[in-house]
């Protein structure tokens, strides 16, 4: 028997990396699967693959008032709603004394704002279910600061203590509800193609995360979506029934130290 069995997930920026990772992962072990993203072909593609086990919706996941409608929209096709990953992010890369002010909001909105939407509306859904997981997406950015990445630092700290601050609301309120944040280090995803520099946006040469680890990384290599989305399906599952307000940290070594040294 899957892992999921019975159970059904709902997954924000579920159409690439991380979130198409998840996806796929959950859907293996009996789940069925809620993607949403803004990029509808990606994302409608991803369900054909699955199957029968996952349904696509567009979202804009800083837009709250679609919010409840999504939620039902994945009540009414599944029957229930079990587990929400909060996925989708942004990074905006720069200085922070050249971001400007609306680049820091539209980081905040996304990273933030989104995710405290995630909780907010799933949780009834998932107390009328009888409890389940809620997977919060951090970074080892939201552990320890980065020259470079300040905003987006500031992004998944928040995401850190608002994953422990809701867990110990739903286990006091004893709905049987989990929250839990998980860590990524570098990892090979379309955010790194994606992140842009104030001012004006744009890279002057694509960011290599296999250069990266190899710098960074004490295991001296970036991980893989499917890495990540192993932590998620132990997070979604029973098997981690004892965890809440817990970060779980999947990084190579990064918070454990310094850098790799050259041999």
Known sequence: MGQLDGKVAFITGGASGIGAACARTLAREGAGVVITDLDDARGQALAAEIGAAALYLHQDVTDEAAW??????????????????????????????????????????????????????AVPALRRAGGGSIVLMSSVAGLRGSANLAGYSATKG?????????????????????????????????????????????????????????????LGVPADPQEIANGVLFLASDASRHMTGAELVIDGGMTAGGPRRPA
């Open 158 to 218: 928040a995401v850190r203590l608002f994953a422990k601050s809701m867990a110990l609301e739903c286990a006091y309120a004893g709905d049987n509800i989990r929250v839990n944040s998980v860590h990524p280090g570098i990892i090979v995803t379309p955010i790194w193609e994606k992140a842009a520099t104030a001012p004006g946006g744009g890279l002057n040469a694509p960011l290599d995360p296999q250069a990266i680890a190899r710098a960074t990384v004490p």
């Open 68 to 121: 409840p409608a999504l939620v039902a929209r994945a009540e009414r096709h599944f029957g229930r709603l079990d587990v929400m990953v909060a996925n989708a992010g942004i990074a905006v890369f720069g200085p922070a004394l050249e971001m400007s002010l609306a680049d820091w909001r539209r980081q905040m909105a996304v990273n933030v704002d989104a995710v405290f939407l995630s909780v907010k509306h």
